[in-house]
């Protein structure tokens, strides 16, 4: 071992013992007759000094040829610093560095590795292992490990056993586009590396696993979209002999787990808010209910008053703004072209204030009276010195639209403490989606989604209509998770293939070994996977995936650092009995 | 919940409980005015009982409708069995059923449920979900689950962090070959499937990770031999600021706690064997050490007696089989057939018996005189009633003839009880070894492995000579995981690049990124990665490691179940921007 002790354990307790550190040399202040040298390593910074009083002159001589992230040892004696640092756990004692070996040089680094950097996002990635030295990276990386292990605990506690399933399998059609992989052993074959595990998973279910979980690396070659990675890391579980409350509970209790070891208390049971409820109520399927601004339909109050706009809407919705009465023209203008922006796409909005001074005037005074207003706000709640905006249109363009204008001013208001947490079942989702473009149904899960048994008449007469023993796990706005009941019986399971518009060909060729399996005695079961990078970023307080993967790809798919994917030698093609067939 | 309780838990301390049910009919036995049904899942079978006396006409109906793999749900009251069954732990009572609902219906099943099933491997395959419902399958992944959850408690308890690495990565000729992926992204350019996490590893290193581990899938794209799978997963650990001792400390520690989980017992510091010693006294270095039998060189006591072919070779050398003086002619020549076979290779072999009567003799006694052979006898420390074998011949491969004969009498005489353990490091491997087909030297670990400092002089002058910090931890006669100290320093990994035959170019288009990172304060470091397949097999006491995986594939590299490889749409291979470019 190059040390005794690492750069963040020793304090006073260790007064005059003799010790030996490693590590990397982060700052270097040398004011010639002493040189103080900030030691680095994973666990913190241990001070270092040199001092012409009590160092050899050969021992200042080699500390000056010291430069930034030289990898050191030193060996010396722990002594009371004299001027203290408070901010870190080493804060009170420095070390009278005896010895010193010089373990490697370095060049200086291309960006500085303190917490603020120097270093633009290129030049990080492509020396993301300078990057990954920095606090703020390192930290992220670690706590994800720490989540990670949290959810292997407590899951196998619960009696679920991870399976690995495996990452060559077969590639289908359906859904986003596979990364495929030339099998040179089966010339003109190909394997497929796994969107997820779901076929696995559910063969799993027959065979009887019961309780299945696994952390694994799921893969997509989409066009890239910011913070999108082609390979990205789910945590992947099924369970058997259970409905949907059963899944429900075992993934909120896990939930809970990670959200009271980092919030510090328990969250109860998570609130539950239908599809449905969630479209009309915040004009999103992953509210943030950590602040409210709950949409308020007024059709019936401003119909009829010649305001043509609000007279051909099919809806007319608003929020209310507390406390934001006193916004000055030139705010809400802003926010008028705000949501006009291409990004958002409304024509335009509608302000109503009920000023402190009890008056209550809009942007639309030429059309309503006072006594009209008041109506609108009583039916908002508001009260003296709150603002509403109302949007109309489309139900449901409208409805997105004020669900980014009601994102924004959480952001703006500072409604949204990514140190505060406010989780959210919602369920009910609709079974189906029509897909204009294709003009048939998508499944808006996946095709294994059961519906609610209820609705199963529907998929005869109104299939739109049915809804899905499908549900999603929200955190401050973002889905971290979703699942489903899945059909387990094969004739349903066929009526959704043909729904979804396979033929038998299709269906069999792709999923043929599911239904096979489901020939020999599929039990009832359900399942869920959750993002475990975005769960990781959002428990941390962040949202961007990127900053929680040790190695990421850019936007174009590309592995800067190492330079991925590149050109391999015509050999390796030829054994592929493969050919580049390059359109330019 | 479709139950309340499982299968495996109901015992006489539930009496008349009213309890819920749900599984899997294992067996039906149909006496007519009595039926007895055999309920499974994954925690065990219960026995249910109707009875004409007891149960509705209806309820017997139904029950005799039945069939083997039914997936069914019971309501009923627990109560005391007239004959118990003590081999299981619900043999002491049953259920007596007062509601049947049939969940899911099954087809025969294509082989039998059971432990032993009549299932071959084929078809076992292509049902791999029904396989896997057989306790035999299943224990084997519930047993490999809890060893991954003892694997990663161990090292997170030790400060280590489970770092994800990507798997889409770059590809290099070095080592097997690559499994690669085209990018549609960037056309003409492949990523690779990693076959370790080396190089990444080697890079958290020097971005001060200092304790990495990584439970990971890696890929070959190797011909498959028996029980080779081209994706397979590796405990990977890397550690900074550390010499050889600290790593095998770590990792005796992390494999002692495995073992003593299984074993029930401490299994104290593993002994440790230079390979020097490995292949002189057990030809193999990888040597089993739950048993003797090692090896005994006799150059000097057999050469000058006129016996040709021990006079012409290099090397006579044998072993002592304790107990077998009383072999017959038969027995022995059946030995001398078994290494003469082409897997073999020996042109014959020697024996000498010490008879129960004291008397030595030999095969050669025309040759060596009773003298002569006891000489040899008290070389090996025989004793009367034992067996002498003596091979010669060119001494690596003498050693190697020595070491298959050697093993194989351990498994005849049951010298090798998979219920025992006796892990043993070998350490001081060569750090080259001359490759006669290409003329040049190859890594024996791989290119990043330090050779021992006192040993670096020789890569001057005689390279096949320098021994690594390289180690290997064997396990009953099976190499279970293996590491080395790295190189750290730019220079000698330039050196060793060069010695290993390639160009400044080559170097660097495939590890640029490597020593463009030594650049920049490259710590100490040194790892290991355990084979977790086969870790899991043979401390299960097996040692095929496909029965350890929940979805192998064949030796063809096809996974049977789904069928894959298999072709893609041609639009896919479009969109690569790739053309089929079959030879036949």
Redesign the interface.
Same mark, same amino acid.
């Given at each position: 071992?190059?040390?005794t002790h690492t750069n963040g354990e020793l304090s006073l307790h260790h007064l005059n013992e003799n010790i030996t550190l490693?590590?990397?040399v982060q700052t270097i202040r040398d004011k010639g007759f002493m040189i103080w040298i900030d030691l680095?390593?994973?666990?913190g910074i241990t001070q270092l000094v040199f001092d012409q009083d009590r160092s050899s002159a050969a021992l200042m001589e080699e500390a000056k040829k010291l430069g930034r992230?030289? @990898?050191i040892q030193v060996e010396g004696k722990v002594i009371e610093r004299v001027s203290k640092n408070p901010n870190i756990p080493t804060g009170e004692i420095e070390i009278l560095v005896e010895k010193l070996t010089v373990?490697?040089?370095?060049?200086l680094?291309p960006f500085t590795i303190e917490d603020q950097t120097d270093g633009g996002e290129e030049l990080r990635m492509k020396?993301?292992?300078?990057?990954?030295?920095r606090n703020p990276v390192?930290d992220k990386?670690?706590f994800r490990?720490k989540m990670?292990?949290k959810v292997?605990?407590y899951l196998?506690d619960q009696n679920f056993?991870? @399976?690995?399933?495996? $990452?060559?399998?077969?590639?289908t059609?359906e859904g986003a586009?596979?990364? $495929? @992989?030339?099998?040179?052993?089966?010339?003109?074959?190909?394997?497929?590396?796994p969107q997820s595990p779901q076929?696995?998973k559910q063969?799993?279910m027959?065979?009887?696993?019961?309780?299945y979980f696994q952390i694994v690396?799921c893969?997509r070659?989409e066009?890239?979209r910011a913070d999108r990675q082609? /390979?990205f890391?789910q945590i992947d579980c099924e369970m058997a002999? $259970?409905?949907q /409350?059963?899944v429900l509970e075992i993934f909120e209790g896990m939930t809970a787990t990670l959200l009271k070891d980092i919030a510090g208390k328990e969250f109860g049971k998570f609130p539950r808010m239908t599809f449905e409820d969630a479209m009309k109520n915040y004009g999103n399927d992953k509210p943030d209910i950590r602040f409210g601004m709950k949409f308020v339909e007024v059709n019936e109050l401003v119909k009829g008053k010649d305001f043509k706009i609000f007279d051909d809407a099919e809806l007319v919705v608003g929020i209310n703004v507390e406390g934001c009465a006193d916004y000055t023209r030139k705010q809400i203008d802003e926010l008028i072209d705000w949501v006009k922006r291409p990004q958002v796409g409304a024509s335009g909005m509608v302000w109503i204030k009920f000023q402190n001074d009890g008056v209550v005037t809009s942007s639309v005074n030429k059309f309503y009276s006072e006594e009209d207003l008041k109506k609108i706000t009583e039916k908002f709640g508001a009260k003296e010195g709150d603002l509403i905006f109302l949007m109309s249109g489309n139900e449901n363009k409208v409805r997105t639209q004020l669900s980014a204008l009601r994102m924004e001013l959480g952001n703006r208001l500072g409604l949204r403490n990514p140190k505060e947490f406010a989780p959210l079942w919602v369920i009910d989702f609709p079974l189906l989606e029509w897909d204009e473009e294709t003009g048939r149904y998508h499944a808006m899960h996946h095709p294994f989604t059961s519906p609610k048994p209820e609705d199963v008449h529907l998929l005869q007469t109104e299939p739109g209509k049915a809804r899905a023993n499908a549900y999603d796990l929200v955190l401050n706005g973002n889905e971290i998770g979703g699942g489903s009941v899945r059909i387990?019986?094969k004739d349903l399971q066929s009526k959704m293939f043909d729904l979804l518009g396979f033929t038998k060909e299709d269906a069999e060729a792709q999923f043929g070994?599911l239904m096979n399996?489901f020939?020999?005695?599929?039990?009832?079961h359900a399942g869920l996977a959750f993002g475990f990078d975005r769960l990781v970023a959002i428990l941390d307080g962040n949202e961007v995936i990127r900053d929680y993967?040790?190695?990421p790809?850019n936007n174009?798919?590309?592995?800067v650092?190492?330079?991925?994917?590149?050109?391999?030698?015509d050999e390796?093609?030829?054994?592929?009995?493969?050919?580049?067939?390059?359109?330019s």
């Open positions: 071992m190059f040390r490693s590590g990397w680095r390593d994973r666990y992230e030289f @990898v373990l490697n040089e370095s060049q680094p020396y993301r292992y300078l990057d990954i030295r390192k990386l670690i490990h990670a292990q292997r605990n196998s056993i991870e @399976v690995e399933t495996p $990452v060559l399998i077969k590639s059609p586009r596979d990364f $495929v @992989v030339p099998s040179r052993m089966n010339p003109g074959q190909f394997y497929a590396l076929t696995f063969l799993l027959i065979g009887g696993m019961d309780r690396k893969f070659d066009d890239l082609p /390979e890391t002999f $259970v409905e /409350e059963d387990f019986d070994f399996a020939k020999f005695g599929a039990p009832p993967i040790a190695f790809k174009s798919g590309r592995d650092m190492i330079d991925a994917p590149s050109k391999i030698a390796q093609l030829n054994e592929l009995e493969l050919r580049l067939n390059l359109k």
